[in-house]
């Protein structure tokens, strides 16, 4: 059974080079894509992921919210907010609202796989 990710972020180009990038691992499979942190909430409950790959910075709802609300409504999806923003009190925040790792977008891609292997608890 496949390991199903939905991919957040309100950059097509970014959507696309992390669907790239998680297709290529075996198990794991994108079930959907979403531009903003209200869509986000709805494909979460409609898709049932077991893992969101969540931006911070996005239109109609920001990614810490959409994370805590997600977190509130589907306790066991697990949430890694992949953002530009490399910053103490935001990666704080995003903990806070529910998050279980926090990755800078200017990583390798091999540090964004090790991170989502080992909260789905891969690695």
Same mark, same amino acid.
């Given at each position: 059974?496949?390991?199903?990710?939905?991919?957040?972020?309100?950059?097509?180009?970014?959507?696309?080079?992390?669907?790239?990038?998680?297709?290529?691992?075996?198990?794991?499979?994108?079930?959907?894509?979403?531009? +903003? *942190?209200? &869509? $986000?909430?709805d494909?979460?409950?409609? /898709?049932? %992921?077991?893992?969101?790959?969540?931006?911070? @910075?996005?239109?109609?709802? +920001? *990614?810490? &919210? $959409?994370?805590?609300?997600?977190?509130? /409504?589907? %306790?066991?999806?697990?949430?890694?907010?992949? @953002?530009l923003?490399?910053?103490?009190?935001?990666? $704080?925040?995003?903990?806070?609202?529910?998050?279980?790792?926090?990755?800078?977008?200017?990583?390798? @891609?091999?540090?964004?796989?090790?991170?989502?292997? $080992?909260?789905?608890?891969?690695?």
């Amino acid at each position: 059974m496949s390991t199903r990710i939905l991919i957040v972020d309100d950059h097509e180009i970014v959507r696309s080079g992390l669907r790239r990038l998680v297709e290529r691992q075996s198990g794991w499979e994108v079930c959907g894509e979403a531009v +903003n *942190g209200k &869509e $986000a909430i709805d494909k979460a409950l409609a /898709l049932n %992921p077991d893992l969101v790959l969540m931006d911070i @910075s996005m239109p109609v709802m +920001n *990614g810490i &919210e $959409a994370t805590r609300q997600i977190r509130r /409504l589907s %306790p066991v999806t697990k949430i890694v907010i992949v @953002s530009l923003r490399d910053d103490e009190s935001i990666t $704080a925040e995003a903990k806070n609202a529910g998050a279980d790792a926090y990755v800078v977008k200017a990583c390798a @891609s091999e540090i964004l796989l090790e991170t989502i292997a $080992a909260v789905l608890g891969e690695g």
